[in-house]
């Protein structure tokens, strides 16, 4: 049974945490992104576990976190002129790039500026692999309610520290820096414009294939356990067309902001769950900026997916 946390913040919560994934444990925590499940990346029996416990497909890569780029220098090739550039404007923070690895074709790393997981990663003195912590295919946790709601009876899972809830609601930006292009794998918290300001032009990798090297690449994500209807149109074609659906619940994303949409997203979704309604209607955003983060979540959420005519 998981036990919750109410003050993750305390030093001995933190050395708990730290000890327990030191030892082969998983740990549930905050990150600026999402709640994460860790495990001690370089043990591959509590690596193991974490696919176990969410039910994560295997060939689903995991996120490495750790606090300095130095920690990484074992695991992947550092050379690539852009890592500094990116490193300087990014980290700690949303952003993960994946670099070809010593031990494996691709691997993924990033540096998370939450004190939480800081303080965690420190405690544990290892690099951290981490993905969402929820059960494969859910939306994915921005408060520790959440994360107890999918994991309350698993076995695998030894601490959970509440954190409140996350600052930025979707999960890091993925940029691939194996090929003579940088590209972006996942659009997430970090927009492809403010990193091409930083780098140049950036390539875009296919939605879906049969051999991702990043989370979001193959598999579906993010999907309420009530079927989603996503809209794509001018605000005034959706509002004309959503009379038509009965009983259901309306995520509006008209006259809000793009960042307080998606730190809202997943908690909106995991909610909707609850109020017995036969169907959820999101209404769809202009799909750049923070906007192409928040439609690829939507996309992959949805069951259907209506394009309206302009």
């Not at 909610?271 to 992959?300: C, Q, W, Y």
Request: aromatic share 6%; glycine share 6%; proline share 8%.
């Amino acid at each position: 049974m998981l036990r919750f946390e109410i003050t993750p913040s305390s030093h001995d919560i933190i050395a708990r945490a730290g000890e327990t994934i030191r030892n082969g444990g998983l740990v549930a925590f905050p990150t600026e992104t999402v709640y994460g499940l860790g495990a001690d990346a370089e043990n591959p029996t509590a690596v193991s576990k974490i696919y176990i416990a969410k039910g994560r497909p295997s060939d689903n890569p995991l996120i490495n976190h750790a606090n300095s780029l130095d920690s990484f220098a074992h695991l992947v090739d550092l050379s690539n002129e852009h890592i500094e550039k990116l490193a300087a404007k990014f980290w700690p923070g949303p952003l993960t790039l994946v670099l070809p690895g010593f031990s494996a074709k691709a691997i993924a790393i990033r540096i998370p500026s939450h004190p939480i997981t800081r303080a965690i990663i420190n405690a544990a003195n290892c690099i951290i692999a981490a993905p969402s912590a929820n059960i494969s295919g859910r939306p994915s946790p921005t408060t520790a309610s959440h994360v107890f709601d999918d994991f309350r009876d698993s076995p695998y899972i030894d601490l959970l520290l509440d954190g409140g809830s996350t600052e930025a609601g979707l999960e890091s930006t993925v940029v691939s820096l194996l090929g003579d292009v940088p590209t972006l794998l996942r659009p997430g918290a970090v927009t492809p414009e403010a990193i091409e300001a930083v780098i140049g032009k950036l390539g875009y990798a296919p939605e879906t294939t049969t051999t991702p090297i990043s989370p979001g690449m193959k598999y579906r994500h993010y999907m309420p356990r009530t079927p989603l209807i996503l809209l794509i149109g001018d605000a005034q074609a959706v509002s004309d067309k959503l009379p038509e659906y009965a009983n259901a619940a309306i995520l509006r994303t008209h006259n809000r902001s793009l960042s307080e949409v998606a730190k809202n997203l997943f908690n909106d979704l995991r909610h909707f769950d609850t109020l017995n309604k036969s169907v959820i209607v999101a209404e769809g955003v202009p799909e750049k900026g923070l906007g192409l983060a928040i439609m690829n979540r939507l996309k992959k959420a949805a069951t259907t997916t209506v394009y309206l005519q302009d």
